[in-house]
């Protein structure tokens, strides 16, 4: 069963602070996976997106990482700041040729002063 | 240039109406989407539409539910017989193609409350 799970559920930290968010996924056959921030209240906005020979991708303070044989992927933030506060959601497209795609639960960070 | 738009914003209905949410998708993107995320949980897929093609409805989770699209524009999806389960956020997204290595725009979604 094609499957994503993200941990932790949620993560409190201290402004300026690192911090990393794991991805696990089943699914297959895999085609590219990719990191959203969703604000409250607002859609999911896309971070990064990494196929499979890829196993880095930047974007500002955000990395993400990929390795496809252990099928894991991580979001690491670095000098957290207030607005980094959010849901950050892991999503796998399969490669059918179609569209699926499967999301993850999402971790919920909550940056404070 | 303009984004995914929903309408309404917000909707409260009472239990047992109908409701009707609108998804105005980036122009000239062939895919949209829609989903249902409630409270704290994850997005869940409804329905798929590609361009001419036959939508997929494999998400929807019941025969309440059902959506339409009119050529590469809007999107409406309707919900009989409303019950309070159905309380979410709906989120719509565009896509330019079908292939999976285009990214979704998300809509701000409509959050449904039903009294």
């Known amino acids: 069963k094609n499957q994503v799970e993200q941990s932790p559920q949620s993560l409190i930290i201290l402004e300026g602070k690192n911090c990393t968010l794991q991805?696990?996924?089943?699914?297959?056959?895999?085609?590219?996976l990719r990191w959203y921030k969703q604000d409250t209240g607002r859609g999911p906005v896309s971070l990064t997106i990494m196929t499979f020979s890829e196993n880095t991708k930047s974007n500002g303070r955000y990395t993400a990482t990929l390795d496809a044989d252990t099928k894991q992927s991580s979001l690491h933030i670095t000098a957290s700041q207030l607005s980094d506060s959010a849901s950050y959601i892991c999503?796998?497209?399969?490669?059918?040729?179609?569209?699926?795609?499967?999301f993850g639960a999402g971790t919920r960070l909550f940056v404070k002063a | 240039g303009a984004g995914v738009s929903q309408s309404p914003s917000n909707k409260v209905t009472e239990k047992g109406k109908d409701v009707e949410l609108r998804c105005d998708p980036i122009s000239g993107h062939t895919a949209l989407y829609w989903y249902r995320q409630r409270l704290g949980q994850g997005l869940e897929f409804l329905i798929y539409f590609q361009g001419n093609s036959a939508p997929d409805k494999s998400g929807l989770p019941s025969d309440r539910f059902s959506a339409e699209r009119t050529g590469e524009s809007v999107s409406t999806l309707t919900i009989q017989r409303t019950q309070q389960e159905d309380s979410a956020v709906y989120l719509c997204a565009s896509r330019l193609a079908g292939g999976a290595s285009y990214e979704q725009y998300f809509g701000p979604g409509t959050r449904l409350t039903v009294t």
């Open positions: 999503v796998v497209s399969v490669n059918t040729g179609g569209f699926k795609t499967i």
């Open positions: 991805c696990n996924y089943t699914v297959s056959p895999f085609s590219n």
